[in-house]
Nanobody, 122 residues
């Protein structure tokens, strides 16, 4: 059974930075493309970023492109989301997800973690 555990969320001022981490366990990490989703209060869950199995290909939502960076460490079974120049509209629960690159890009995952709260104050 795949488990995903996110960490690193918190409260930050606008313009600040945070790095989210996700620990993967239960099956071979290299079998899965990985992604981050987020869900703000009263809104639907949305795709944020995805990285393929090797870590060599990434894709981002337009709203975070140039500010966020997704990466993975296949030796540690970890995936990360470096978030810079944070805005109040980035406030959401952020979820780590595992699946296939094409479906992750449209918000569909095989597995998803419990989420970590990110709050950006203005």
């Amino acid at each position: 059974q795949v488990q995903l555990v996110e960490s690193g969320g918190g409260l930050v001022q606008a313009g600040g930075s945070l790095t989210l981490s996700c620990a993967f366990s239960g099956r071979p990490f290299s079998y899965y493309d990985m992604a981050w989703f987020r869900q703000a209060p009263g809104k639907e869950r949305e795709f944020v970023a995805t990285v393929n199995r090797s870590g060599g290909t990434t894709d981002y939502a337009d709203s975070v492109k140039g500010r966020f960076t997704i990466s993975r460490d296949n030796s540690q079974n970890m995936v990360y989301l470096q978030m810079n120049s944070l805005k109040p509209e980035d406030t959401a629960v952020y979820y780590c997800a595992a699946g296939t690159y094409r479906t992750l890009r449209i918000g569909i995952s095989n597995y998803r973690g419990q989420g970590t709260q990110v709050t950006v104050s203005s």
